[in-house]
Nanobody, 125 residues
């Protein structure tokens, strides 16, 4: 059984930083890419960032570009999200997800096969 476990969420003041971590485990688990999504109250889940294990290419939503950085290690099945210059619009539950089928850019949540349980990020103004 594949498990993705996020950590690192919490309460931070506007302008502050947080680093989220995600560790994947499970027998024979491997992925082509991993990503982060978020869901704010009353809103749909949205794409945040993605890292492809082919050349470690990264992709970002326009709303976080220049502020967030995704990184990770394929061999360790881990992915991180460094979030800087946080603002109230970043408040959401953040989910880690794994894509086991393709390397290229992909912001569609339904294309990710495995998901973590989510970690809450709250930015106070």
């Amino acid at each position: 059984q594949v498990q993705l476990v996020e950590s690192g969420g919490g309460l931070v003041q506007a302008g502050g930083s947080l680093r989220l971590s995600c560790a994947a485990s499970g027998r024979l688990f491997s992925s082509y890419a991993m990503g982060w999504f978020r869901q704010a109250p009353g809103k749909e889940r949205e794409f945040v960032a993605r890292i492809s294990w082919r050349a470690y290419s990264t992709y970002y939503a326009d709303s976080v570009k220049g502020r967030f950085t995704i990184s990770g290690a394929n061999a360790e099945n881990t992915v991180y999200l460094q979030m800087n210059s946080l603002n109230s619009e970043d408040t959401a539950v953040y989910y880690c997800a794994a894509d086991t089928k393709s390397y290229g850019p992909n912001s569609y949540s339904h294309d990710y096969e495995y998901w973590g349980q989510g970690t809450q990020v709250t930015v106070s103004s």
